[in-house]
């Protein structure tokens, strides 16, 4: 019987591709979606040969609904759920809870049922992010290079107070939702091992394409800004990128190897990037439909970065076997679905 992989978040942007995968690969999939309106979003993205594979489990709020019944006969978690919204009125309620209790109750609901059942769960792999071990505070750092042993420095009051600043309260709900991961396995030991992803800004193409401008994930949100915006585009503050076919791809991995232990894993592509690079992308490449070029400025005001801090994912390379989908492709298949996105919106 083939093993069944719960994957929290499933509707959302990283969830869709890693469900894809995972299918492909032969497993049977159970989803939380927030309500039984969002399983098409999941669904609409998969063959029809695959649809039949995937259940799902209706979790409403991740801060305070139990995972218990999400967690029944499963082998293995993915837990990709966590907000990643910057509007928000209270950071402590619809930030740092939902990413910190969501993490901890899932670990927890695992844990419990191991302890009640012969059929363990033997892995969790969990999606964090470059923004828990990014240290602002010590500025750009050019030369230093980050590795799975540098934390963010930024504490959990700083989150709350963070009313003004929804970046700050995003970079401390991802660094105590991670360290509380940790902290439960030190404290719980238990049967299964975790494996947390952290990624910087994630970018690329929907498993289901893009029907409205509610369905652009936050990160590929300035990407749209910048083709239909021009000069005055979002300025984007981590100039480290990944495909997320290539997050998918490490999730999965993670899920099958490597198991024995804990480990922690960056990975993001090995150069850095700016408004200007895409918009010389956009109107270089070949098979970018001539409506996105129409709306993209040739020039930018993005101002190129000073000499920054590098990223080392030779961690996840050589573990995992992580690759890394070139910029120009993920830019150009982005593209290709924002034209259809400009059909359906009348641009």
Known sequence: MPKIILVTGANSFIGGWIIKYLLEKGYNIRGTVRAQAKESQVLDGMSKDHQSRISFVHIGDITTDSFDEAVQGIDGIIHVASPANYKFTNPEKEMLL???NGTVRILKAAHEYNKRNQTKIKRVVITSSFVAILDLSKGLRPGYSYTEK??????????????????TAYRASKVCAERAAW????????????????VPLVLGPSVNGFKSLDDIHTSNAYIWSLITNGKDAKVVHIPKEIDVR??????????????ETNERYLIAAPTSWNNQEIVDIIHESTVIPKSIKDTTPISTKDQRLPDHYDIDSSKAQKELGVTYIPFKKTIEDLMLQFAKLQEILGN
């Not at 998918?248 to 099958?256: K, R």
């Open 246 to 259: 290539d997050v998918a791809y490490t999730h999965v991995a993670a899920l099958e190897r490597m198991t």
């Open 150 to 167: 540098d934390w963010c420095s930024l504490t959990y009051e700083q989150g709350v107070t963070a009313i003004n600043d929804p970046f």
């Open 98 to 100: 939902p990413a910190i």
């Open 183 to 198: 902290e439960f396995i030190e404290k719980e030991k238990p049967s299964f091992t975790i494996a947390t992803i952290c």
